[in-house]
């Protein structure tokens, strides 16, 4: 454990350069820059209310940020675990020379896109001003379902790399049920507008109480877009998932990485 | 005593690699195969039971045919591969000279991936930036070192990759072939440095095939075959063992290929005196 330690501490600038190196190179060849990272949940958001909101009917002038707030936290865990699978792979050549502690890829990938998201809640906060939204203390509580969502990305993509380096196609298969997760996430609709009597909407209502992705959703929700104290037993259950999912991340890629450069 | 003086010590180290007729690596495939219980594996060592000590200031050199597991070797104690069985043990630090400038990005520059690098190859924030004007310098890459690598020759790659890994004075250089990088003047310039860390007593491991570069730099050599070593000792023996090898294994050619020839002139030979009895 202690050796663990040690080594990280030496490695811990290669960890700040790699997580720089993404986000600088993220942007750099794009004339808008570091502004994409703003515009582009700006632009979705607007096509999103648009579509959504026609289909809810009722006018309600604080439906952007709610579809934004969802969005962009599950953007950062769509984006951080998928490329944290990869991470493995696009840095095979250098696995192959230089001894590194193998976890800085993925970890350094998931910091990264946390960074770049953590950008993007400047959109946030310009659209939670301009619009009519309850902002108050409980804004500042939004730190705990985000570290929550960092822990759940980190686990899911420490797993998803060990994976990915045996499976390849593992990369399809996760995009399909990233996709799925999203539906269930909702993140362009309200579980209460759908009409409390259909079969359907029991069942929705029973998946998204269990998909730890909503359950961090819909307790930032509370801090920033309602204002009111976040659901307890959301909180508890999603606690519990992060904290699983990173000690079965850290475990297994723990057991498998000295397998990694011969399936590379 | 005896012991401190180790620089590095291999103990009975065995390295397993599995190989599969067809290489599965997509889940897809792994169904499919399993189902058929086609999932087989061939096992092979590419080590086997490799032992040998490198004293402090030691030039080893390492000699085999291809194939005979030198690459695995050194990367085993460059401590990129996990050996399946032994251990290896370093004192201090290790700079493996192989492939210049993996460790690059295209698109980052020069500058940028001088930090790059050299947090790869485990120096502080501090240390490089210390060290920059001086990299800059021996690399001869004036302003060039604000252009993505991407627009770099292969020798501007090299001549930097070169100056990072050569900033500290390592106390195990890992040599594969000898270095020749960029244009002649900074092919000297580089060999005078490796030759200045021979002089401050660095410990150095040498790949090569070539003999004659292995005399003149080693003074112990190994010899590698099938994984395993099979001479071990002053340079010039196992050169004497490794030139018999290559001898052995031309004239085992040579003799193959008359076999081979005598096999066809008796066919020859053969169908004529059929032809001749029609």
Not at chain 2, 114 to 131: M, P, Q, R, V
Request: aromatic share 12%; glycine share 6%.
């Amino acid at each position: 454990m202690k050796t663990y330690i040690q080594n990280f501490k030496k490695y811990r600038f290669l960890l700040t350069e790699l997580v720089k190196k993404d986000v600088k190179l993220k942007y750099r060849r794009s004339k808008l820059g570091i502004f994409w990272t703003l515009l582009e949940p700006i632009l979705t958001t607007i096509v999103l209310t648009i579509v959504f909101g026609g289909f809810r009917g009722k006018s309600d002038p604080t439906f952007p940020v709610y579809i934004l707030s969802g969005r962009l936290l599950f953007s950062f865990f769509s984006g951080g675990t998928k490329a944290a699978a990869r991470s493995i792979r696009t840095n095979s050549s250098m696995m192959r020379k230089v001894y590194v502690p193998k976890y800085m890829y993925p970890l350094a990938t998931i910091l990264s896109n946390f960074v770049i998201f953590l950008i993007s809640l400047i959109v946030l906060v310009g659209a939670s001003i301009i619009m009519p939204i309850n902002i108050n203390w409980h804004v500042f509580l939004a730190v705990v379902p985000l570290t929550v969502m960092f822990f759940i990305t980190l686990g899911t993509g420490m797993i998803l790399a060990t994976a990915e380096v045996f499976f390849r196609d593992l990369e399809y298969l996760w995009g399909v049920i990233t996709t799925l997760i999203m539906y269930c996430s909702g993140i362009f609709y309200k579980i209460e507008d759908m009409g409390q009597a259909k079969r359907t909407t029991s069942m929705l209502q029973t998946i998204m109480d269990w998909n730890p992705v909503y359950a961090v959703i819909k307790n930032f929700r509370c801090c920033v877009y309602l204002g009111v104290a976040m659901d307890y037993r959301a909180l508890f259950y999603s606690c519990i998932v992060a904290v699983v999912l990173t000690v079965i991340g850290i475990y297994v890629f723990f057991k498998k990485q000295d397998e990694f450069i011969l399936n590379l | 005593m005896e012991k401190q003086d180790i620089a590095l010590a291999v103990d009975h180290v065995g390295m397993k690699f599995n190989l599969s007729k067809e290489k599965v690596d997509n889940l897809k495939e792994y169904f499919i195969k399993f189902i058929k219980k086609e999932l087989t594996y061939q096992e092979f060592w590419a080590l086997k039971d490799v032992t040998f000590d490198v004293k402090r200031g030691e030039h080893l050199g390492i000699v085999g045919l291809n194939g005979a597991g030198k690459s695995t070797l050194l990367k085993v104690i460059a401590g990129v591969l996990k050996p399946t069985e032994g251990s290896v043990k370093t004192k201090g630090k290790i700079v493996p000279l192989l492939e210049l400038g993996a460790g690059f990005d295209k698109q980052y520059t020069g500058a940028e991936n001088i930090y790059l690098y050299g947090s790869l190859l485990g120096y502080s924030k501090e240390f490089i930036t210390s060290k920059f004007d001086e990299i800059v310098e021996f690399s001869e890459l004036g302003e060039f070192i604000e252009v993505p690598v991407k627009n770099y020759s292969s020798g501007m790659r090299a001549r930097l990759g070169f100056s990072i890994a050569t900033l500290v004075k390592p106390d195990i250089l890992i040599l594969d072939e000898v270095l020749s990088v960029g244009d002649a003047q900074f092919r000297k310039k580089s060999e005078a440095k490796i030759q200045s860390m021979f002089d401050q007593g660095v410990t150095v491991l040498f790949v090569s095939h070539s003999l004659e570069q292995v005399k003149r730099i080693c003074d112990k050599a190994i010899m590698l075959e099938h994984g395993t070593v099979i001479a071990h000792g002053d340079v010039m023996d196992v050169a004497n063992i490794y030139n018999e090898k290559l001898q052995q294994k031309k004239q085992k050619k040579k003799r193959m290929r008359r076999k081979l020839n005598q096999e066809l002139n008796e066919q020859a030979k053969r169908s004529r005196e059929k032809q001749k009895n029609n």
